[in-house]
């Protein structure tokens, strides 16, 4: 017998804030996201805001929003989320930018989701993860997300050479990210630190009109004018 659950669709946003949501999104999302009255959100505030501009013909003060985040507790916490899904009413996932579930804290709630057998149902959007591999022309292949890497320098630098290690010697592409204020700092020491042959992808600002993303290595980077890196996300990628 099928069961009456909800269904938790995914639901990625632009990774930049400028221009038309629709440029960078599938119109067939927006059937679906004009269906729904419930949300779970990483940050209430910009999902009002984004859900604004996606001209859904919603009211947003009618709209539930529920938030999700790195202070979001597993369990009960949790648990309440699904449980309009549970009765029946399904519910969408907003990240802060790109896909949900993907370096960010709705993994959660989709995990619970499959293990109460709620159907999840991820749409179609714009991921900087993918997006700066494709671009890169490193090995698309076999690449890891690495996340942040440690913030004091010394840390940071036995970590640098840890991943510019693995892409040496298993070929595969590594991937990480950090604050934007602390771009600069990181590439630094990337410089530093890495070996001359080593290559390294710079993406900035991905789906703006101010989009960046070149591969170097280590030594053409070293005798390059660096990008304007202060407060811009960035994804950062070592490879052979």
């Known amino acids: 017998m099928e069961n009456k659950f909800g269904i938790l669709y995914l639901l990625p946003c632009p990774i930049a804030d400028d221009g038309d949501v629709w440029e960078v999104l599938p119109a067939k999302n927006r059937e679906v996201m004009a269906s729904l009255d ?3 959100v990483e940050n209430i505030r ?3 805001r984004f859900l604004s501009k996606c001209r859904l013909g919603l009211s947003i003060e009618e709209l539930e929003f529920r938030e999700l985040n790195e202070h979001t507790v597993a369990g009960p916490e949790v648990e309440s989320l699904i449980a309009p899904l549970l009765e029946g009413r399904s519910a969408g996932v907003i990240s802060e930018a790109g896909v949900p579930g993907v370096a960010d804290p709705g993994a959660m709630v989709v995990e619970l ?3 109460h057998g709620i159907r999840v149902v991820p749409l179609v959007g714009p991921s900087s993860i993918l997006m700066a591999v494709m671009a890169s022309g ?5 690449f890891a997300f690495n996340g942040y890497l440690p913030v ?3 840390e940071r630098a036995r970590a640098i050479r840890h991943l510019e290690h693995r892409a040496v010697s298993e070929h ?3 991937l990480f990210i950090e604050a934007p204020y602390r771009n600069l700092k990181l590439v630094e020491q990337l410089l530093e630190v890495c070996h001359s042959e080593t290559r ?3 993406a900035l600002d991905l789906t703006s009109s101010g989009e960046f993303v070149q591969t170097h290595t280590i030594s053409r980077w070293r005798r390059l004018p660096l990008p304007d ?7 950062f990628i070592l490879g052979i």
């Open 200 to 202: 390294l992808t710079i």
């Open 138 to 142: 490193l090995n698309g292949q076999s």
């Open 172 to 174: 595969q592409s590594q």
């Open 46 to 48: 910009s999902a009002r």
């Open 152 to 154: 004091k320098p010394p």
């Open 229 to 235: 890196l202060q407060k811009r996300p960035a994804i």
């Open 38 to 40: 419930y949300f779970i």
């Open 113 to 115: 989701c499959h293990r």
